[in-house]
C-alpha cells in the first residue's frame, strides 16, 4: 500500500511557475515508478509525466514538452512537477500516481492521490 499526498498548487498567472510536489509513504519508494495526470472540469483524465524507478527515463506529454520537468528524489521520498509558463489550459486538479511500471496510461497506476488544484488566470 501507498499513500500519496500532493502538495504546492495554487492560483497563478499566465507565464508564472509552479512546482508540485507529491510525498509518498508505505512502500519503498524508489520500487514504484511515478507520475503526473491531471483532469479540467468536463475533460477526460490526461497523461502529464512519468518518471521510471531509478530517475533515469522520463516522458512527458506534448502539450507539456519544454515547460514541465518531472524529478524524483528517492531519499526525500518524493516526486516533483517543475511546471513553467504556464497558461490557462493548464488548469486541471493535477493528481500524483504510483505503479510499477512506466507508462502514459491511467490504469497502468495502482495509487493515486487525493489531487491539488491548480487555476491559470490570464
Known amino acids: 500500500q501507498v499513500q500519496l499526498v500532493e502538495s504546492g498548487g495554487g492560483l497563478v498567472q499566465t507565464g508564472d511557475s509552479l512546482r508540485l510536489s507529491c510525498a509518498a509513504s508505505?512502500?519503498?519508494?524508489?520500487?514504484?515508478?511515478m507520475g503526473w495526470f491531471r483532469q479540467a472540469p468536463g475533460k477526460e483524465r490526461e497523461f502529464v509525466a512519468g518518471?521510471?524507478?531509478?530517475?533515469?527515463?522520463?516522458s512527458h506529454a506534448n502539450s507539456v514538452k519544454g515547460r514541465f520537468t518531472i524529478s524524483r528524489d528517492n531519499a526525500k521520498s518524493t516526486v516533483y512537477l517543475q511546471m513553467n509558463n504556464l497558461n490557462s489550459e493548464d488548469t486541471a486538479v493535477y493528481y500524483c500516481v504510483a505503479g510499477r511500471t512506466l507508462s502514459g496510461y491511467y490504469y497502468a497506476y495502482d495509487y493515486w492521490g487525493q489531487g491539488t488544484q491548480v487555476t491559470v488566470s490570464s
Open positions: 508505505g512502500q519503498t519508494f524508489s520500487s514504484s515508478a
Open positions: 518518471i521510471s524507478r531509478a530517475g533515469d527515463t522520463t
